[in-house]
């Protein structure tokens, strides 16, 4: 018998390779599994909204993924609360795995095969985080210890950390690897707080299963900002763990200083070396985009190369995107995808198909829009009253749902030449204002609804 849990944790593995980082994030990762009715699962989605994102843009990559690793599900269904009381599902079914499945999402480590040291390519921009992941992968828990990576959406954190686990695995057999996204972490902290009442056990088998490992990695710390009880949890085990000589390897979007989490534990994750990854420069992005060409077997020139990626300058993923789509397209329409005619058809509806990815634009235009701002305006330089609050707000906006993949310094000069500390002051403003003006509040909401319903 399998639960329902299992089974989803199965499928979030197969999505996360197969989507976008901040598809995976804002989407598919937050659905809940319900259950499974005949061929069917069904997952929960906390809004109306969300379900409608779900069913028009994952749906196909979310059933092809479901049925990979569980021939017999052969469709996947969106439902939200109200809808909840509808439908019959099973917690737990008998039902056929292929050779995709993982036996135990949660007590073996699984890594990308894909994501090693080979296929990672190294430039300037991230050299140091590439030369510490080799090093602990040889040597864990002797040198570096604790080790922070951080840098853009995109830069290869999540790689690197996979490449760390599949060298440790073929080296240390023996050892207990883990690799959890923040997000399951808190999320198994939960589920166990909330078990205590049928299961006594519940925590204790939490955190013996954290205490036992010999290398802990956690993607993406900066989802325990606003989660006080699991940074009280996660310091324990911080702590257990390090004292035991153990290796710890964090990722996060931003430096630990800056992830809004109790002093202890920044404390804590910045005493080991912290590495950061920036966007690589033309010349490696173009080695990413050769590397990935030979591993997938398409053979293209370096003027459509450069070409990709020139275009894009700051996320590798949405650059991996753009070769896929030549290569899809050209084989779609029986070109060549060496003819730079075909590369621009292929690319030419490229901004409708990306459009899960926000960009500064998308932020500056859903505030404008809301405000009934011109974006002249809101990035110029009048100070009244009606353009600087909805200039703070969207300050406030593309920080917070951008993170550290926009510094603050290129926002600062996006909106006329600011400097980064005017780009800072207006940020905490309104982050702090939210907490104390109802009004500020639901107009940032409303925003940010606006952004990501779009
Ligand atoms: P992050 O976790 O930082 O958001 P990922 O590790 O998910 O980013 O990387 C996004 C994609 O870019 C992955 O497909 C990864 O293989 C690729 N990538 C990133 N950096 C490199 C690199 N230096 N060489 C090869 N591929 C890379
Ligand atoms: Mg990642």
Redesign the pocket.
């Known amino acids: 018998m399998l639960k329902i849990n299992q089974i989803w944790n199965n499928i979030l593995l197969e999505a996360e390779a197969k989507t976008t980082?901040l598809a995976y994030d804002l989407y598919i990762n937050s659905l809940q599994p319900v259950g499974i009715h005949r061929d069917r699962l069904i997952l929960l989605a906390e809004t109306r909204a969300l379900k409608n994102i779900v069913d028009n843009n994952y749906r196909e990559v979310l059933k092809r993924c479901t049925n990979m690793v569980f021939p017999s599900l052969v469709d996947v269904e969106i439902i939200t609360e109200d809808e909840l009381d509808k439908v019959s599902a099973e917690q737990e079914v008998d039902i056929p795995v292929s050779a995709n499945y993982v036996n135990d999402t949660e007590e073996k480590a699984t890594f990308v095969s894909?994501?090693t040291f080979e296929?990672?390519?190294?430039?300037k921009s991230?050299e140091y985080a590439?030369a510490v992941a080799r090093a602990v992968a040889e040597n864990p828990g002797t040198k570096y210890n604790p080790v922070f990576l951080w840098?853009?959406?995109?830069?290869?954190?999540?790689?690197?950390?996979?490449a760390i686990g599949n060298t440790l695995q073929r080296n240390f057999p023996e050892k207990k690897i883990m690799y959890v996204t923040c997000d399951q972490f808190i999320n198994e902290f939960i589920e166990s707080v909330r078990d205590t009442s049928n299961n006594s056990n519940s925590m204790k088998n939490f955190r013996d299963k954290y205490r036992k490992l010999d290398v802990l990695m956690m993607?993406?710390v900066q989802f325990l900002a606003n989660k006080d009880s699991t940074q009280e949890e996660m310091f324990h085990a911080f702590n257990d763990l390090y004292l035991a000589d153990k290796q710890i390897i964090l990722?996060s979007?931003r430096p630990p200083k800056e992830i809004k989490i109790e002093e202890r534990l920044k404390t804590r994750f910045a005493m080991g070396i912290i590495a950061e990854?920036n966007p690589?420069d033309l010349e490696?992005r173009i080695?990413?985009l050769q590397?990935?060409c030979n591993n997938k077997g398409y053979v293209l020139n370096i003027k459509v190369l450069s070409m990709i990626a020139e275009k894009i300058t700051s996320?590798?993923?949405e650059?991996?995107g753009m070769l896929n789509r030549i290569i899809s397209y050209s084989t779609l329409v029986g070109g060549d995808p060496n003819d730079l005619n075909i590369v621009n058809d292929a690319l030419k509806d490229y901004a409708d198909s990306s459009s899960d990815i926000i960009t500064i634009d998308h932020i500056v235009k859903a505030t404008c829009d809301y405000f009934r701002v011109k974006r002249e305006d809101l990035i110029g330089k009048k100070k009244n009253k009606e353009i600087v609050v909805p200039r703070q707000i969207c300050i406030y906006l593309i920080c917070d749902i951008l993170g550290q993949s926009v510094p603050l310094v290129s926002i600062g000069e996006y909106f006329g030449g600011r400097d980064h500390t005017t780009v800072m002051h207006a940020r905490d403003k309104i982050s702090e204002e939210i907490k104390t003006n109802d009004i500020t509040a639901s107009q940032v909401k409303d925003i940010r609804d606006k952004i990501y319903n779009r």
């Open positions: 980082t894909a994501y296929n990672f390519v190294v430039g991230n590439d840098g853009g959406v995109g830069l290869g954190k999540t790689h690197l950390m996979h993607d993406d990722s979007d990854i690589p490696t080695a990413i590397k990935k996320n590798i993923r650059m991996e």
